[in-house]
């Protein structure tokens, strides 16, 4: 809507008079005094639908009309399709100002500092929610549902304007300018809505990534909608995405806040970096195609960061521990591996331990884990609840990396019975398991040796039903196929048993001698402790 086709004052809702009249009687306001001013109105969407734009031009990055202006102040609205995001922008001459959501807004907010830009918060304003703006402000406001919702705009200034928000600053942070603006401050601005451009600051990693996701998806919808603009830029702004020169960026941002154990420093950071990331590989798990098996990208990324480092650290060492102690002999032992994930471990046992490759049979519920495990060692799936091959023959049950813990908690007592059952008379079992503390010692970050994996890792303490288990989200970054990709591997529970409780367990089941260790010093944990130093401990229990 132009100036000349503005509303005038009386055919304003009554919401918006009351507004228009606060602005009127106060030329001076805070930024918070505005915000109250305008939730007082009573603002509803139903106000505000004869300024609605949901058929903006696809070019325009959100719909913009402008309802009401007088000379310190101006009312607009903004209409906003599912994917509709603004660019990160200031306010121009605005001293005080407020936007009111009208549905699930995703809303940022950024510090410029010389010649640096970082992302301070990003977060989600619920419906009928008002945030404060002024000039100071940079921010980004977007659309990533799946519904369309209008906002309202109040900008303010004492001193008389023609144009409020003229002047404004939009961060292009792929070419590193300011783009000063008298209009729209769109994401993807074309050309001719420029008044001028300046040297910009440079972005953080997560800001600049999360620039780059929403710019590739503008352009995707315009060149999808014929745009030659957008299907020009869109190759560019993919290469920079996907780049692997991040590589050497993203290692070095989070090594700069974690601690020497993989502990992250900076949590606002943390949250930051996990939210942009998992918003990349939102955006390429839609070009790859919804995957059934959530283990699948993970299984292959999982030796990198998980099972190497854990055979190289403890597990080689316990297996070997194992046989010396109890005078086991896996040359001549029938083997049966449950939750063989890969079979990394599986593998060594064969070529260094000397178990027989027809008599290891690896067992995994997830088919990604299988598949990969099938090029190491013979694999089937199967769950131990069901698994009912070589039901009472099998000399070794062993069971690596906590899977234990990923059971059903209320039927752990059941999966340790049927373990036993599994077994000859005089067969054993030998697994690792973590304590409850085990938080403690978890990293956020996990590097692979060669640097091109990286996993990230937010652990939880959840209290459910009076049952205690740590939850983890996994944010996966790989660069093996010479790219960045990201995987989110979501969330993955595991239930965190006492001590005393998993060993009275073994002992009803087996009936035999049962034996805890530190996984890493190899140190027998006594009956009373309810930790041990790694916070890892290995379960040795002979069947009677």
Known sequence: MTATSVSPFDQLP????????????????????????????????????????????????????????????????????????????????????????????????????EDTIRTLARWMLKPGEAVSVSHSLVHQMGNPGDERFLSLHVYGTPEPKPNITGEARVFDLHRQVIQRVDGGVFLALPPADVVREEPGPEADFPTQLRYLIELQRRMQRMADAGIARGAEQLPAVMEALQSPAHRERISFCLRERTDAEGHSTDSVYWKIMNQELREMARLQRGYAGQIEDAFHRYAELYDAVICRPCLDDFMAGYLRFFADRYVFDYSDAKILSVGCGTGLVEEYMIEALGAPYDKLLGMDISPAMVSEAGRRIRAEEGDILTFETGAGQWDLLFSGLNVFHYLDHRRFDEAVQRAAALLRPGGWFVGDFITPDHIRWYPNVLFSSDGNVISLRTPHLVEEGGALFQESEIVNVSFQQGYMEVTDAGRHRRYLPALHRVRRSFEKAFGGRVELFDALSLAPIPADADSCASTRYVVVAHKG
């Open 14 to 113: 009554t919401s918006l008079r009351h507004i228009a009249t606060t602005l009127r009687n106060s030329k001076q306001l805070k930024p918070m005094e505005l915000r109250r001013a305008v939730l007082a109105a009573g603002v509803r969407e139903e106000d505000l639908l004869s300024w609605a734009d949901f058929d903006h031009p696809v070019a325009d990055s959100y719909g913009r009309k402008l309802v009401y202006k007088e000379e310190h102040f101006e009312i607009m609205v903004m209409s906003w399709q599912p994917g509709d995001f603004s660019g990160l922008h200031d306010h121009g001459f605005t001293q005080y100002g407020t936007v009111q959501v009208f549905g699930a807004a995703e809303h940022a907010v950024f510090h410029v500092e």
